[in-house]
Antibody, heavy 121, light 107 residues
Framework: EVQLLESGGGLVQPGGSLRLSCAASGFTFSTYAMSWVRQAPGKGLEWVSDIRNSGSSTYYADSVKGRFSISRDNSKNTLYLQMNSLRAEDTAVYYC??????????????WGQGTAVTVSS | DIQMTQSPSSLSASVGDRVTITCRASQGISTYLAWYHQKPGKVPKLLIYAASTLQSGVPSRFSGSGSGTDFTLTISSLQAEDFATYYCQNYYSAPLTFGGGTKVEIK
């Protein structure tokens, strides 16, 4: 069974940092691009970032560019999101999502359960 | 950036109704368009990709059409489990934008 398990969320003060992790299982992790999508409370879905299967290419939403960094360790089947300079508007549930191909020209076919990030003083 | 505009933002319908949701891209995206739905408190689920291809395990009452800038999701006969929020998404180019969502509620 394909599974994505996020961790690392929590409460952080404005300006702080968090590192989210996503442990993947049930598929050949190194074959697929991966993405982070977030959802603020009561709001819609917002794509945050994605990374090619090899890790050679990364993309970011303008709202997080320069503050967030996506990476992956294919030897550990794990995806990461390093979040720096956090703002109140980054408060959301963050979903780790598998893409159905090796780059971002594919749909998001498997979603994790999400990890909540709250930025507040 | 490509903007994705869904309409309507919400609708009320009865079980058995035919429901249509539209999604318009601000520039052409060929068929790089996916549809998802999300039930309250649940994780989003992929319904359709490549504008019209049904994801494995998704009931055949769901269908998608369109290419370029205009797309449609149709539910041929609404079931109780279909009451949810529906999102379209562009995966033609980054940023991979979502539409604002269409909430389908019980009439």
């Amino acid at each position: 069974e394909v599974q994505l398990l996020e961790s690392g969320g929590g409460l952080v003060q404005p300006g702080g940092s968090l590192r989210l992790s996503c442990a993947a299982s049930g598929f050949t992790f190194s074959t697929y691009a991966m993405s982070w999508v977030r959802q603020a409370p009561g709001k819609g879905l917002e794509w945050v970032s994605d990374i090619r299967n090899s890790g050679s290419s990364t993309y970011y939403a303008d709202s997080v560019k320069g503050r967030f960094s996506i990476s992956r360790d294919n030897s550990k089947n794990t995806l990461y999101l390093q979040m720096n300079s956090l703002r109140a508007e980054d408060t959301a549930v963050y979903y780790c999502v598998k893409m159905s191909g090796d780059n971002h020209h594919y749909a998001l076919d498997v979603w994790g359960q999400g990890t909540a990030v709250t930025v507040s003083s | 950036d490509i903007q994705m505009t869904q309409s309507p933002s919400s609708l009320s319908a009865s079980v058995g109704d035919r429901v249509t949701i539209t999604c318009r891209a601000s520039q052409g995206i060929s068929t790089y368009l996916a549809w998802y739905h999300q039930k309250p408190g649940k994780v989003p689920k992929l319904l359709i990709y490549a504008a019209s291809t049904l994801q494995s395990g998704v009931p055949s009452r769901f269908s998608g059409s369109g290419s370029g800038t205009d797309f449609t999701l149709t539910i041929s006969s609404l079931q109780a489990e279909d009451f949810a929020t529906y999102y379209c998404q562009n995966y033609y180019s980054a940023p991979l934008t979502f539409g604002g969502g269409t909430k389908v509620e019980i009439k």
